[in-house]
């Protein structure tokens, strides 16, 4: 039978509470990332959502790209002019972002769907540190994730191309690295707007829906939207934003990085909303 | 055996003062306040609805207080370092990834409060889930998972436990180690709060009662105080004549009703009174026991003006 000392701690006297063998008295913020680190990697969707992305990715770009010799055979010369083999190759992005978006969804809806959410606030109560844990990893995840599918997806694709005879890019060619890397960007940004739509709706099937109507419902109907909301479209995903990804100069979108800036506020904004919902709503 | 003082445990007190939690127009919890001591379970009973769960939420920092406070120490629970070291909790024993294994379930709590890896091999010890810790938490029975919740709760050490309904949905065998559990935990002084809806259940675990019923306190008590208090019964009489009996009883002061088995239930007077009544007037008695009201009359008794929903008997 072992028996341990106990302390007493009072309000009278609270700072007399501190064993000698105390543990730590601070949690740094990296551990916190760490745990939620486990949390992702212990879990075998994880992996199969990786996997898929990996294999939905690198396959639509093949399929994209299977027959596009003959295509090219008919185009005018004109539509030559406007010939972007990078952007041909990334194309699959626009697959990526809603699997890397589930990723983003998952990391915080699975929690209130099982309750574990409960478990992790009481473990961590400092709510801002454990939804900015969750903003870290699934950012770096998506970052990683993101431009190894858009550096072997433009590998595969300018391969495909060449094998057909048609012109190709190489990495070093002007704006092509910018449009590669900026793919794996763009990516990363959607992960995290996916993530601030789990928190903000708390359920997977909403923010799922929330996220495919922002990416694809309402860049199919960007044509119903009136005059005076243009302007948004220009920053919005899988439109404006998406400039980034080519190569090729459009009149329409001079400074595509400065698109691509616009969605990250866009993000950051959704992501402060969540952020202030995360710490004020009970669980 | 204490497989868990790898660490020291620091016992506080929980001191829950004034609380009220209002959802819009519904008042959930009133003005309560109760102390849950070190080294005691302390049971807390409230018919469903009363607001027991919503006041472990207030006291784990889960859910904001409308008014008062909850205090594990003297320290809002958001104010604690390291919270897993001082309170440990389990509030819904479903709530783990099913396809997350129970090992990794326990090494990423252990990992977000600094805890050694250790302590979750230690724990799964404790609740005898060594075997099963490379299992999907989604495999588990009730009663298993009811165990990884506690081997959660357990993995800081910590001096206050803190479980909602833990014996729900358990056979018996799950519902006698639970018992056992909380009363070695308060024995190695940690302070226990376990909540329940079933009197019977307390009757066998607690130290400490704190009864609620609509959010608000009806009873804070020790539990041999209120066995004292609800256990002035009657006395059970099986005899020859039950008629004649119950006649000569009223006459004597005491109130008779019918029992089983044309047995008689008798109030105001001892058995000792009861037995010379009878031998006075000859009448032989086959049966002669004193009666505790049980905990269950007394709780309801308690707790019937503030049910929320009462069913009709007819």
């Given at each position: ?283 | ?44 009973l409230?018919p ?124 018996p065998?799950?519902i ?20 329940s809806h079933l009197m019977s259940e307390m009757a066998q675990t607690a130290?400490?009662l704190?009864v609620?019923g609509?959010?608000?306190?009806i009873a804070?008590t020790s539990m041999n105080d209120f066995m004292a208090a609800n256990s002035e019964g009657t006395v059970l009489v099986r005899c020859s004549e039950p008629e004649v009996l119950a006649r000569l009883l009223t006459a004597a002061g005491a109130t008779v009703r019918d029992g089983l088995e044309s047995s008689l239930v008798v109030a105001g007077l001892t058995g000792a009174e009861i037995g010379r009544l009878a031998a006075y007037n000859d009448i032989v008695l086959s049966e002669l026991a004193p009666q505790q009201a049980s905990l269950e009359d007394a709780f309801m008794e308690l707790t019937k003006d503030s049910l929320?929903y009462l069913g009709a008997t007819s």
């Amino acid at each position: 039978m072992t028996r341990f000392t106990t302390t007493q701690l009072t309000t009278a006297q609270p700072t007399t509470a501190q064993p000698t063998t105390a543990p730590p008295t601070t949690m740094p913020f990296t551990r916190t990332v760490h745990t939620e680190w486990v949390k992702f990697r212990s879990l075998r969707s994880t992996w199969y959502t990786l996997a898929g992305l990996a294999l939905a990715g690198l396959g639509i770009t093949a399929l994209a790209l299977g027959s596009v010799g003959a295509e090219y055979a008919d185009m005018t010369a004109a539509e030559r002019m406007d010939w972007d083999p990078t952007n041909q190759s990334l194309t699959t992005y626009l697959v990526a972002q809603l699997i890397i978006g589930v990723l983003g969804i998952l990391v915080i809806t699975s929690e209130y769907a099982t309750g574990l959410i409960q478990t992790s606030l009481a473990a961590t109560p400092r709510r801002h540190r454990l939804l900015a844990a969750k903003a870290v990893l699934v950012t770096a995840v998506a970052a990683v994730a993101g431009q190894a599918l858009m550096f072997a997806s433009f590998f595969l694709g300018q391969a495909m191309l060449g094998a057909q005879g048609v012109p190709n890019a190489s990495i070093g060619d002007p704006g092509v690295l910018s449009a590669v890397v900026g793919g794996g960007v763009y990516l990363a940004a959607i992960s995290l707007l996916a993530l601030a739509l789990g928190v903000i709706l708390r359920a997977t099937a909403g923010a799922l829906a929330t996220l495919v109507a922002i990416i694809f419902l309402i860049p199919g109907f960007a044509g119903l939207f009136p005059g005076w909301l243009g302007w948004l479209l220009d920053f919005w995903p899988t439109l404006g934003a998406a400039e980034v990804l080519t190569t090729v100069p459009n009149p329409e979108y001079p400074a595509p990085w400065l698109n691509l800036a616009g969605m990250c506020l866009g993000v950051a904004a959704t992501l402060t909303v969540a952020f202030v919902l995360f710490r004020r709503r009970d669980v | 055996m204490n497989l868990l003082s790898s660490g020291p445990v620091r016992t506080h007190r929980i001191d829950v003062r004034g609380l009220t939690k209002k959802y819009g127009p519904d008042t959930v919890v009133d003005d309560l306040s109760f102390t849950v001591e070190p080294g005691h379970v302390t049971g807390f009973l409230g018919p469903n609805g009363a607001g027991k769960s919503t006041t472990m939420k207030m006291i784990l920092g889960l859910a904001t207080p409308t008014q008062g406070s909850a205090t594990i120490g003297g320290l809002d629970y958001h104010d604690l370092p390291v919270p897993l070291v001082h309170v440990g909790a389990l509030l819904d024993a479903g709530a783990v990834h099913g396809s997350r294994t129970a090992h990794d379930h326990l090494l990423a709590l252990a990992v977000s409060n600094g805890l050694p890896a250790a302590r979750v091999g230690a724990v799964l010890e404790r609740t005898g889930l060594t075997s099963v810790a490379g299992k999907h938490a989604g495999q588990f029975s009730l009663g298993m998972r009811q165990r990884l919740g506690i081997a959660a709760a357990l993995l800081g050490d910590p001096g206050v436990l803190i479980f909602d309904e833990p014996v729900n949905g358990l056979d018996p065998e799950g519902i006698r180690w639970i018992r056992g559990f909380m009363r070695s935990l308060a024995h190695e002084g940690r302070a226990v709060l376990v909540s329940s809806h079933l009197m019977s259940e307390m009757a066998q675990t607690a130290d400490h009662l704190v009864v609620i019923g609509r959010g608000r306190l009806i009873a804070d008590t020790s539990m041999n105080d209120f066995m004292a208090a609800n256990s002035e019964g009657t006395v059970l009489v099986r005899c020859s004549e039950p008629e004649v009996l119950a006649r000569l009883l009223t006459a004597a002061g005491a109130t008779v009703r019918d029992g089983l088995e044309s047995s008689l239930v008798v109030a105001g007077l001892t058995g000792a009174e009861i037995g010379r009544l009878a031998a006075y007037n000859d009448i032989v008695l086959s049966e002669l026991a004193p009666q505790q009201a049980s905990l269950e009359d007394a709780f309801m008794e308690l707790t019937k003006d503030s049910l929320e929903y009462l069913g009709a008997t007819s």
